[in-house]
């Protein structure tokens, strides 16, 4: 079970299907985990079968900084570290 911040990532149980959310089928529902720690935030893959990409670099773990892109499958995310 996930605690504090990286439980707070997680998308509640009310949510619409992923399908109906628009997420394309080829991403799992849990790929990667976004957590912060002493040193800031630090992303991590979550499958074994799927490649993330931080900054256009395969990886499995990276830390994060603000326009950093994550690639998963077709779906690109641009990380921001604002309030």
Known sequence: ???GAAARCLP??????RSERGVPAQVPG?????VRGDRGF????????????????VTTSAPLK??????VGPVRLTFFDEV
């Open 66 to 71: 603000t326009k950093d892109t994550i690639e």
């Open 1 to 3: 079970m996930l605690t």
């Open 30 to 34: 849990q790929h990667v985990l976004i």
């Open 42 to 57: 630090e992303v991590r893959n979550l499958s074994r079968w799927y490649r993330m990409k931080v900054n256009g670099q």
């Open 12 to 17: 509640p149980r009310s949510w619409p299907k």
